[in-house]
């Protein structure tokens, strides 16, 4: 599975969760954090879970999303399905 | 190993001797399965026990050890912070900032890391307990523990926040804040100074472990649902 199929199957999780209008769309511009259409706090935090755990199945090395890293960055990597997939990517790279 | 999925899972922090023991072995005897950790090895044996040695102001540990949970427990229904360490009484004027950082590491900021990645695991069910054991001394100011007081104060301020950022998750945060017990740890504390600080309590006595139990019973209930961010003080501090 490559990064932003993992990051479709987690939005599918957690979509089960969510009522018809919360729904979130899979499309590599969805808005994730920090603007006027994206997840509220909870949405996000569940996603970045759900992500976390799927990277540690298909890998079996846990990776913190909301690491340092992350915080420092000008842009967000939450910010959108694209920024999330790139931030990914360089941390499995990283490690 | 096969683990029975039914039961609930109860992680404890500090669980090698003291209050930490105590609970380990009365929730193992509740048929909880109890994960607990500690610098050394396991101090008690039961079949719902699992040790697992780790220093808890290393991230890195914690992580591995929540990893262990989430691979061969699949779920985490309670944390019970409960490891701390308190130096001797000592002036603030004195303080090396060795001491300051290594006391805040394993009292507040490793109770920290195990609220997040609890929480983490907590939201697979959407609910979960947890509670950080605190202390009278947040409550009495003593004079010589103003290291020990400001990371149990820091540890009540972070679980009135964190109640309100993961209620909406099933979870719910308290503190435990137990009158001084009897155990091997308290016997090495200044009696008379440990008499002392009791006697600002409504109850002036010792606590008894039957206490704690009876509050962490209490927290745990599914019914306690509604019980959140609230510093409990056993002996009326």
Do not use: W
Request: aromatic content about 8%.
């Amino acid at each position: 599975m490559n990064t932003l199929e993992l990051i479709f199957a987690s939005i599918d999780e957690l979509n089960l969760d969510l009522e018809e209008n919360e729904k979130i769309t899979k499309t590599e511009e969805t808005n994730l954090f920090g603007s006027g259409d994206s997840l509220d706090s909870l949405a996000l935090i569940n996603l970045i879970t759900i992500i976390e755990e799927k990277i540690e199945e298909e890998t079996g090395e846990y990776i913190s999303l909301a690491d340092e890293k992350a915080m420092s960055l000008d842009e967000s990597p939450f910010k959108t399905v694209t920024t999330l997939k790139n931030y990914i990517n360089s941390l499995i790279n990283d490690n | 190993m096969i683990i029975d999925n039914s039961k609930k899972v109860l992680l404890v922090t500090g669980s090698s001797r003291g209050i930490g023991k105590l609970l380990a072995e009365y929730y193992c005897s509740r048929d909880f399965i109890v994960v607990g950790c500690s610098r050394g090895e396991a101090s008690f044996k039961h079949q719902n026990y699992f040790h697992v040695c780790l220093d808890i102001s290393i991230e890195k540990d914690i992580l591995e050890l929540f990893k262990y949970i989430r691979k061969d427990f699949k779920r985490l229904d309670i944390l019970i912070n409960n490891a701390a360490i308190n130096p001797a009484i000592l002036s603030s004027v004195l303080l090396p900032y060795n001491t300051i950082e290594n006391v805040f590491k394993v009292n507040v900021f490793a109770a920290m890391l195990f609220c997040r990645e609890a929480t983490k695991l907590m939201l697979r069910n959407k609910s979960g307990r947890i509670i950080n054991m605190g202390s009278m001394a947040a409550k009495h100011e003593v004079a010589g523990e103003a290291l020990y007081t400001s990371t149990k104060s820091a540890l009540n301020a972070y679980t009135r926040v964190l109640a309100k950022e993961v209620s909406q998750m099933g979870i719910t945060v308290n503190v435990v804040a137990p009158a001084a017990i009897k155990t091997e740890l308290s016997a090495k504390i200044n009696q008379v100074a440990l008499r002392e600080v009791l006697s600002r309590n409504a109850i002036q006595d010792f606590g008894q472990f039957a206490d704690v139990t009876n509050i962490i019973d209490f927290l745990v209930k599914t019914e306690s649902n509604a019980i959140t961010g609230q510093i409990i003080y056993l002996g009326g501090a």
